[in-house]
Antibody, heavy 117, light 111 residues
Framework: EVQLVESGGGLVQPGGSLRLSCAASGFTFRSYEMNWVRQAPGKGLEWISY????????YYADSVRGRFTISRDNAKNSLYLQMNSLRAEDTALYYC??????????WGQGTLVTVSS | QSALTQPASVSGSPGQSITISCTGT?????????VSWYQQHPGKAPKLMIYDVRNRPSGVSDRFSGSKSGNTASLTISGLQAEDEADYYC???????????FGGGTKLTVL
């Protein structure tokens, strides 16, 4: 069974940093592209970052480029999101999601990030 | 870059069919890019319903179908059921510096 489990969320002050993790199981992690998608409270989905299976190709949404860094450790079956210079508008539920055939076919349950003083 | 445009809400009665539109540009929906649709129930993670414009993942009911014409993609749900009541999001890859964009979401109410 494919499972994606996010962790690392919490309350952080504006300007602070957090590192999110996504533990993958039930599939050959190193063979799949991965993404981070977030959802602010009561709002829609926002794609924020993509990483290819090898880690060689990376993309970011304009809203996080230069502040967030996506990475992966295929030996540990894990995906990461380093978030720096956090702002109030980064408050959201952060999901990791697997790419297959251009769609995001499996999603975790999300980890909540709250940026507030 | 703006999100794809979806109607804020649609509604239908059980057994009816509804269609949700998703309008983009020639750089995303209108190009040879992946278009997908997601269903999200309150408090739950999104679920992939359609990928690559018209393909259904295993386990998704054939009451759900996708299509595309020009810069607009569409999700049709036939034989509406109470459990179809949810938020629906379209998504497309794009030619811009970002890779993927979502629509703003459509709330489906089953009357």
């Amino acid at each position: 069974e494919v499972q994606l489990v996010e962790s690392g969320g919490g309350l952080v002050q504006p300007g602070g940093s957090l590192r999110l993790s996504c533990a993958a199981s039930g599939f050959t992690f190193r063979s799949y592209e991965m993404n981070w998608v977030r959802q602010a409270p009561g709002k829609g989905l926002e794609w924020i970052s993509y990483i290819s299976s090898s880690g060689a190709a990376i993309y970011y949404a304009d809203s996080v480029r230069g502040r967030f860094t996506i990475s992966r450790d295929n030996a540990k079956n894990s995906l990461y999101l380093q978030m720096n210079s956090l702002r109030a508008e980064d408050t959201a539920l952060y999901y990791c999601a697997r790419t297959a055939a251009g769609g995001l076919d499996y999603w975790g349950q999300g980890t909540l990030v709250t940026v507030s003083s | 870059q703006s999100a794809l445009t979806q109607p804020a809400s649609v509604s239908g009665s059980p057994g009816q069919s509804i269609t949700i539109s998703c309008t983009g540009t020639s750089n995303d929906v209108g190009s040879d890019k992946f278009v997908s649709w997601y269903q999200q129930h309150p408090g739950k993670a999104p679920k992939l319903m359609i990928y690559d414009v018209r393909n259904r993942p295993s386990g998704v009911s054939d009451r759900f179908s996708g299509s595309k014409s020009g810069n607009t993609a569409s999700l049709t749900i036939s034989g509406l059921q109470a459990e179809d009541e949810a938020d629906y999001y379209c998504s497309s890859y794009t030619s811009y510096t970002t890779l993927v964009i979502f629509g703003g979401g459509t709330k489906l109410t089953v009357l």
